[in-house]
């Protein structure tokens, strides 16, 4: 059994998530970051590689106080458990998600990792071990099933969701797609790394949901199976 993993991005209108620099770019709007807020706040769990923690630094909180509220009143933390997929534990200790809001914080690493590293992160976030290079996603969202997470987004970046769709753990996918070209042939996409070479492994996908939005068009594909 896994969770629900729904993947949520923002693009530009030729599929950069951001500049070559890996430098952090505005594509969406007020309306759009409402929505996010909103659905991180319906989420159990927010995952992100370590890519993007050292480009952005995000927090992963949850901005709005009365969805907080809404959270409390569930009888949940007012922030989603926090996942850092970082098979060598390159996170810096400093880093804003294992200190700002309340709520838990999970760092998957590989068997390899420095055990040194690992019990100095150990201080802010449980550092869980899957797979011996890389970290196994399957049997990692099959764990985050067990702790009783059942509604998994994954904000980023390319890379982890590239393995994510290659392992076949995606459930839906929405991208926002702003109203600019941002180009460059090494600026990171919606899913990086190998790539399919036959048309057969291609991960096939259904409309849900196409809206305006701000100034570009929020997008909603359920994968098909």
Request: glycine share 10%; proline share 4%.
């Amino acid at each position: 059994m896994r969770p629900h993993v729904w993947v949520n991005v923002a693009m530009s209108a030729d599929g950069k998530l951001s500049t070559r620099e890996r430098s952090q770019v505005k594509i969406s709007g007020r309306d759009d970051f409402s929505r996010v807020d909103r659905l991180k706040s319906e989420s159990d769990a927010i995952m992100v590689g370590i890519g993007t923690v050292l480009a952005d630094d995000p927090s992963l909180t949850i901005k709005s106080p009365a969805l907080k509220e809404k959270r409390k009143e569930r009888g949940e933390e007012e922030n989603p458990v926090r996942i850092v997929v970082d098979s060598r534990l390159r996170c810096p200790g400093d880093a804003s998600l294992l200190h700002k809001g309340e709520g838990r914080r999970i760092i998957a690493c590989s068997n390899r990792a420095d055990p040194e590293k690992a019990s100095k992160l150990g201080a802010y976030a449980t550092i869980t071990r899957a797979g011996d290079e890389h970290v196994d996603l399957a049997e990692l969202v099959s764990r985050l099933y067990d702790l009783g997470i059942r509604r998994l987004m994954v904000e980023g970046g390319g890379t982890l969701i590239w393995a994510l769709f290659e392992a076949d753990l995606v459930d839906e996918l929405t991208c926002f797609v702003g109203n600019m070209i941002i180009g460059g042939e090494t600026a990171p996409t919606l899913a990086d790394g190998g790539g399919f070479i036959r048309e057969d492994r291609f991960v096939p996908l259904d409309l849900d949901s196409a809206d305006r939005m701000d100034e570009g068009v929020l997008l909603t594909w359920k994968v098909r199976r």
